[in-house]
């Protein structure tokens, strides 16, 4: 009589319940950082802004000619795209208020505000 070598059918059923009760206590975890992603996301935006609006405010200090002008709650936030890098907010992202208060928020996700630093 030859031997048979493997898992009976109860050892596999076993690991396949053992696998889902894992994936059921993993699952919310993965599923709350979504969430965090999104608020990280956010706040990296924000930190971009400001600073955007710190190094202006050096290069106003310097030579005021070469400054993108901010002034304090009188400047939409829309317009404060040109201290990004590329000179434009990034997609995906709108952004409100007038400056110093202007408020970041992800679409259909998480909002954060900012405090640009003015030139005046």
């Known amino acids: 009589m030859k031997q048979q070598k493997g898992f009976t059918l109860i050892e596999l059923i076993v690991v396949i319940v053992i696998l889902g009760i894992l994936a059921a ?3 919310p975890k993965f599923v709350d950082l979504s969430a965090e992603a999104d608020a990280a996301a956010v706040q990296g935006v924000v930190g971009a802004l400001k600073s ?3 190094i202006n405010k050096g290069a106003f200090l310097v030579n005021p000619a070469k400054a993108f ?3 304090s709650g009188v400047t939409n936030c ?3 795209g040109a201290l990004m890098d590329d000179g434009a907010f990034p997609q995906g992202f709108t952004f409100s208020g007038t400056a110093p208060g202007c408020t970041v928020t992800r ?3 998480a909002s954060a505000s900012a405090v640009i630093a003015t030139t005046k």
Do not use: F, I
Request: proline letters at 0%; glycine letters at 20%.
């Open 25 to 27: 206590t993993a699952l």
């Open 52 to 54: 955007g609006a710190a």
């Open 69 to 71: 002008t901010v002034e």
């Open 78 to 80: 829309n317009t404060l």
């Open 107 to 109: 679409t259909g996700g």
